[in-house]
């Protein structure tokens, strides 16, 4: 369901530091949509966009995004 689907992206995107897993180099600062994923730099997922790629993480298609400021600490 949505809400464990939800749950595990926060669980996930929390193990992987805030480097952007495309370029591993700009901080993340999105959230891809549908999957919640906040994996990616504004142009790494412009690029995926670009080139009809999907989420690198979970593979569902990018429909939007959104650029959100969160905290990473935990």
């Known amino acids: 369901d949505a809400a464990a689907a939800a749950a595990a992206a926060a669980i996930s995107d929390a ?3 805030n480097e952007c897993v495309v370029c591993m180099d ?3 600062a999105v959230t891809l949509a549908p ?3 906040h994996i990616t730099c504004v ?3 412009q690029e995926l966009i ?3 790629k999907s989420c690198p993480f979970c593979d569902r298609p990018i429909v939007e995004y959104s650029t959100a400021k969160w905290s990473t600490a935990r």
Request: charged share 25%; proline share 7%.
């Open 50 to 52: 670009r080139l009809k």
């Open 26 to 28: 700009a901080p993340r």
């Open 43 to 45: 142009g790494c997922t």
């Open 35 to 37: 999957c919640n994923h």
């Open 15 to 17: 193990d992987l530091g």
